[in-house]
């Protein structure tokens, strides 16, 4: 905002906004010509309140994402929801006593961004010691790790667990990965963790493989590595499952069931505030704590809608009790199920690769973390039970597995527009964007990949790199591909995934996969609407539509016009959800 009188209109609405989060006092008003208007201008708001609308904006560039009326210059809402969408004439017709307004001065206004896959992990944000940053790309040298990893040890009884989170070995100043040389340095009597962001990966400590009884011998089990130098001696790096052997091991902080609560309810206020600070209105939570989540919506601090994805004792519970993906209402729903992992990490390359990683010794091609026969009996499992099935599958073998276990699955118990949900889905070919295609399947890939991680692409090489993150292919052949950012793998910032998605070009100038590049307004297309599309809310939101809800960004420049390098810093302004204001800049 730069100016002030628009800014203290904000203020103002704001404050409005905030003292009545779900504004349930419509006022009974006589007069119905405002409701008929707001029919007449979009031809399509029947059913709309017969009262003065809550908030009129106008003299707005409005991209809707609805391909009916694609561009409007104002629209009106009330009780959360639009009700009408038109030109700033007609709307600002519509206004009544109690309407408040807000001139857009041409600012740009978007459908509220939608992340289909987000860990949300807002406690480990808050209280856990973070060794890079979560939102932004910036480098850090390996003593910054050592030296905030040795105030946390100094902190903590001699045999407890040590970690570091939002690791990223390609951000790292010195150019050369962790070891567990590094990690002594911390500590020799407590065992010590970095855990990398993409989740896959962790690089741990001297005291951390005694406790493990892991030494240079330990032979790798399936679907993981104990990763070793090249005189063969174990240089900290572990990969996928081989991580397991140090679940049991070691002390770790405990906490009273009051305290735990009260750090999941901070954790869920914390992220829903940084949602909305970066113009997400809608996220796919991969679990979490569902009562917090509800005690913070409750208390009126949740700013952004769940989509929640349930595993383990929820899922089971679910399935026990007939609950199916859908129960819920606008703010909290379940949605398809937590990522079932087949196989390893695209950033962390460790992903299933039908040929093996190009100069890798002794050839690799990565981690498979499930059996075919066992992956077919989760999924029909799940998918007999009314649920979406949603798996994580990275690499071509991965996604292969997963939709022969759904191919199998649909025989078995037929059911019309499952949408099965391919989490991350990166490598694809002809024969598996074919197979997609006929099931349905709603991928939720890698956005903001393309700016920040382009460090990894190297490791895959041009050839894979025209195949991984194939939003043009997946567009083409009429996939609804969804966003999905994997935080803390990735970062969420929509406008970097879009300026990624539109450049293919990274932080470090270089471009990968040019070939996948898409437009602005299919990058917004698949941060909004085909994220709802993913959770079948797409009747509901993912568009500025009469009866939808009121879930929108105002955004200080225009994405279609700015430079395109420069999307990913345009001001987020304000994000609005259900008609109040959340977040404002
Ligand atoms: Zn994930």
């Known amino acids: 905002m730069t100016d002030r009188r628009t800014r203290r209109e904000f203020m103002g609405l704001t404050a409005a906004g905030a003292a009545g989060v779900l504004t349930p006092a419509w006022l009974a008003d006589p007069r119905t010509a405002p409701a008929i208007a707001a029919a007449a201008v979009t031809g399509t708001a029947q ?248 005690e913070v919506r409750a208390r009126g601090d949740l700013h952004h809608r769940i989509s929640y994805e349930p595993s383990g004792r929820v899922l089971d519970s679910m399935i026990a009790s007939g609950i199916m993906s859908g129960f819920g209402d606008e703010w909290i729903k379940f949605g398809a199920t937590s990522e079932h992992t087949v196989d390893g990490s695209f950033s962390e390359r460790t992903m299933a690769l039908s040929i093996p990683y190009p100069n890798v010794q002794p050839p690799y091609k990565g981690n498979i973390t499930d059996t075919q026969d066992e992956l077919n009996a989760w999924v029909e499992k799940v998918h007999r039970a009314g649920i979406q099935v949603n798996c994580h599958a990275n690499g071509d073998v991965a996604i292969d597995m997963y939709l022969t276990a759904f191919e199998r699955a649909q025989k078995a118990a037929p059911r019309p527009d499952a949408r099965p949900k391919i989490t991350h889905c990166t490598l694809i070919n002809d024969d598996l964007v074919r197979r997609m295609k006929a099931l349905g399947a709603v991928p939720a890939m890698f956005t903001t990949y393309a700016y920040y991680n382009t460090d990894k692409f190297p490791f895959y090489g041009e050839e894979l790199m025209k195949r991984s993150m194939a939003f043009r292919t997946l567009l083409d052949a009429g996939i ?53 599309y993913a959770s079948r809310e797409e009747s509901l939101k993912g568009s500025i539509t009469p009866n939808k809800l009121a879930d929108f960004v105002v955004l200080a420049d225009d994405p279609h016009t700015v430079n395109k390098e420069k999307i990913k810093d345009i001001q987020i302004v304000r994000t609005v959800v259900g008609g109040t204001t959340v977040h404002q800049a």
């Open 47 to 294: 059913g709309a309140p017969s009262t003065d609308p809550d908030l009129i904006v106008f003299n707005a560039k409005v991209y809707t994402m609805d391909p009916a009326a694609p561009r409007a210059e104002a629209f009106a809402t009330s009780g959360g929801r639009f009700i009408a969408v038109g030109s700033t004439a007609a709307i600002k017709g519509l206004a009544g006593k109690r309407t408040q307004t807000f001139d857009a001065k041409q600012m740009t206004i978007v459908p509220g961004f939608t992340d289909c896959h987000n860990h949300a992990g807002g406690t480990t944000l808050l209280y856990e010691v973070l060794v890079g940053n979560p939102f932004e790309v910036e480098f850090v040298t390996i003593a910054s790790i050592i030296e905030k990893l040795r105030a946390k040890a100094r902190q903590v009884p001699a045999g407890t667990w040590v970690e570091g989170y939002f690791h990223d070995d390609t951000k790292v100043k010195d150019k050369r990965l962790l070891n567990v040389r590094d990690l002594d340095q911390v500590s020799t009597e407590h065992p010590v963790v970095v855990r990398h962001r993409g989740g896959h990966t962790s690089f741990y400590n001297s005291k951390a493989f005694e406790l493990a009884k892991v030494t240079k011998d330990t032979p790798n089990p399936p679907g993981g590595t104990f990763d070793r130098d090249e005189n063969g001696a174990l240089n900290g790096r572990v990969t996928d499952l081989a991580r397991s052997v140090f679940n049991g091991v070691g002390q770790r902080p405990t906490f009273t069931p009051e305290q735990r609560a009260q750090r999941e309810r901070d954790g869920v206020a914390h992220i829903s505030k940084q949602f909305a600070r970066y113009g997400l209105t809608s996220v796919h939570h991969e679990g979490g704590d569902l009562t917090a989540m509800q």
């Open 480 to 532: 609804h591909a969804a966003a999905g950012s994997d935080f803390s793998p990735g970062p969420f910032a929509p406008l970097m995934g879009i300026q990624g998605m539109v450049t293919r070009t990274g932080w470090d100038g270089t471009t990968w996969g040019a070939n996948q590049r898409i437009s602005v307004d299919e990058a917004i297309r698949v941060n909004t609407i085909n994220g709802a």
